[in-house]
């Protein structure tokens, strides 16, 4: 019974439901900008919103684990101050930035609010208004936290590798029509963490309470915001999303070794939060190295004058079949020269059901590559192209 009753704390926080509204704007949008720019949605599911309610209990549950084993403990001053920063960051902050800017700017305005530490704080402090109090351990776990927040991320992008593939068309300065492709996922995970004391239980009155030797400890599932917004406009974008998995899970191993140091280190609690600070920058870094490796790349999604540049994929189609990736240019359909969307589907009339598909890929190689299709269902075949350009 007590357990539910954390759960049913964990649903009545605004954060959350939050974190699902924006999920379910973001799903709708990439839905609507696929049917208006290529007549039927590449991916008709909401699956961010799939992402967020499995994948965030999921995760929620391995971090709790993960949290409760190594006995974080944090401030209620903390956790709320972080809520709140973390419900406006949704509405006013770039995907990109919201969960590390979030949990880096509320452990700022903490210290701020600390009187011991800073003279703003004392000034509140003499006004009557709450402050807090800062502790080295207290920043330690706060950087365990922030490991986990940028391991989180890891692990959803190497779980959805092959997502973050929606055509998103975007004309240059000249007019020529380019695509970009952005992933985009945000969660709310509920991570069990420890609160000193019985603040909940005086706030709270059927709040459950154990001991530990003589400390009163209460289990919080606090709502803790993950994820990411990244776009590529010249790279594959499987091998960015996993390019990036891989440096969020070093930068979160940095952020497990600066608090393992830290822990047997005497350090003062403004010395880790400028540790802190730098394991942000250092996100925010990576986040930079990704657009300007991106940048400089020489291949561009761009429309073609010979044959059809494949710019999307639909998934669960005869596409997957095909020996083919975003970029691709298929010369011949069905060994006829195409050049236009128009040219491809008539091309595939001629053979109802087998397609057989002449391709020049990234790599500048010419390929063949064939497949069986739906009877009668060229439409079906899962490729998608540059819609023709009216005169």
């Not at 929606?166 to 609160?195: A, E, F, H, M, T």
Request: charged share 15%; aromatic share 8%.
């Amino acid at each position: 019974m007590q357990v539910l009753k954390i759960f049913e704390l964990f649903f009545l926080q605004p954060l959350l439901w939050l974190g699902l509204l924006r999920s379910y704007l973001t799903a709708k949008r990439r839905v609507k900008n696929e049917r208006q720019h290529f007549q039927s949605a590449i991916n008709p599911q909401l699956v961010e919103v799939r992402h967020f309610l499995v994948d965030g209990c999921l995760l929620g549950v391995l971090m709790t684990v993960i949290s409760l084993a190594l006995g974080l403990v944090v401030a209620p001053i903390w956790v709320v101050i972080y809520e709140i920063v973390a419900a406006i960051s949704l509405i006013i902050i770039p995907g990109a930035l919201i969960p590390v800017t979030a949990f880096g700017l509320s452990w700022l305005l903490y210290w701020v609010m600390s009187p011991e530490l800073t003279t703003v704080g004392g000034v509140l402090q003499r006004h009557g208004i709450a402050t807090t109090s800062m502790s080295g351990n207290l920043v330690v776990n706060g950087l365990l936290l922030l490991a986990i927040v940028l391991a989180a991320t890891a692990i959803l992008l190497r779980r959805h590798v092959h997502e973050g593939r929606s055509p998103q068309l975007q004309p240059d300065q000249r007019g020529k029509r380019l695509v970009r492709y952005q992933w985009q996922q945000l969660l709310v995970l509920p991570v069990g963490i420890l609160v000193p004391g019985d603040w909940l239980h005086a706030t709270i009155s059927w709040w459950p309470v154990f001991m530990v030797g003589e400390r009163s400890f209460s289990i919080l599932l606090l709502p803790l915001l993950v994820g990411t917004s990244v776009r590529v406009y010249k790279q594959l974008p499987q091998v960015a999303w996993r390019q990036l998995a891989v440096r969020y899970g070093w930068v979160a191993c940095a952020s497990v070794v600066v608090a393992i140091i830290a822990r047997f280190a005497v350090l003062s609690p403004q010395w880790l939060l400028t540790l802190m600070g730098l394991i942000v920058v250092l996100t925010w870094g990576i986040l930079a190295q990704h657009r300007y490796h991106d940048r400089h790349q020489q291949f561009r999604y761009s429309d073609t004058e010979q044959g059809v540049r494949v710019i999307g994929l639909r998934p669960h189609t005869p596409a997957d079949k095909l020996n083919i990736d975003l970029g691709d240019i298929i010369l011949e359909c069905n060994r006829q020269p195409v050049n236009t969307e128009a040219e491809f589907y008539t091309a595939l009339l001629k053979s109802p059901t087998y397609v057989h598909l002449k391709v020049r890929n990234r790599q500048q190689e010419l390929i063949i590559t064939e497949t069986a299709i739906y009877n009668g269902a060229p439409h079906e075949l899962g490729i998608v192209l540059f819609t023709d350009q009216e005169d």
